[in-house]
């Protein structure tokens, strides 16, 4: 992961403080087949979505090769701003501060492009006889089965923000009683895909295929902002289901008395 943070103290005076911070973090991972550089010398067979990595041959007797074509890979970056203002007012310490976060999800998947093929004995064994053998069915290109992923999109681009405002005071009624109170506004928006390439389920819009009931497969909002395809009947409007709340209020209360000196 990658980890990164920066923050600065500034004193206006000597009872005005201010701090702020930003972090970033990261994680990142990936995976392919460590046989793709052998693409190129290897048969292309007809009808898979890719020839960028050799296909992968299951053998009923025997271990298997290839891995019929993975590129894997997701990174997490997360941005966050927070600030605090302190201001000391007699017996009072009030601080003042917020928080933004941006929270993304960037995904890549696309496995078995290159085609998974199966070779079992029964291509080359008699009926009813425990005989036949896989290689011989592979050098005779007796397929048992096989199959081939072909994808439209591949990749997803997920987006949420957040960001909260608070308030609050330390009164120091007397020197062993502390009394504490504050206001906290949280506001979380709801994940959306950057390219609106996002499916759910809608309970209540109405399917045309049957018979205008409610409950309908639906795309976030109303086309594909990558292919500038228009989802049609299919489009829900909204670029996600959910509402977001703005009604996330917080209140704080607090007291503290020192039995002792210590």
Request: charged share 20%; net charge neutral; aromatic share 14%.
């Amino acid at each position: 992961p990658w980890i990164h943070r920066l923050n600065w103290d500034h004193t206006f005076s000597a009872n005005l403080l201010n701090n702020i911070n930003y972090g970033y973090l990261n994680f990142r991972g990936k995976e392919t087949c460590v046989d793709k550089e052998f693409a190129g010398q290897m048969p292309q067979i007809p009808g898979v979505g890719s020839y960028v990595s050799p296909p992968a041959i299951w053998l009923e007797e025997y271990e298997s090769m290839g891995c019929g074509g993975m590129d894997w890979y997701e990174s997490r970056p997360t941005n966050v701003v927070n600030d605090l203002l302190t201001w000391v007012r007699g017996k009072h310490t009030f601080k003042f501060g917020g928080e933004y976060r941006r929270l993304e999800l960037n995904t890549r998947d696309r496995t078995d492009y290159a085609g998974v093929f199966s070779f079992g004995r029964g291509s080359t064994g008699l009926l009813g006889l425990p005989s036949g053998n896989s290689v011989a069915s592979f050098l005779l290109e007796q397929v048992d089965y096989g199959t081939a992923n072909f994808f439209a999109v591949d990749q997803a681009y997920m987006r949420s923000s957040s960001w909260s405002l608070h308030a609050g005071d330390t009164w120091k009624v007397t020197p062993k009683l502390s009394f504490t109170y504050g206001v906290r506004w949280d506001v979380a928006q709801p994940s959306l895909e950057k390219f609106d390439h996002l499916a759910f389920f809608d309970p209540l819009g109405a399917n045309p295929g049957a018979g205008d009931r409610p409950g309908r497969m639906v795309w976030a909002g109303s086309r594909s902002r990558l292919l500038n395809i228009p989802y049609g009947d299919a489009a829900f409007g909204k670029r996600h289901p959910e509402e977001t709340w703005y009604k996330g209020f917080a209140p704080r209360l607090g007291l503290a008395y020192a039995l002792g000196s210590k």
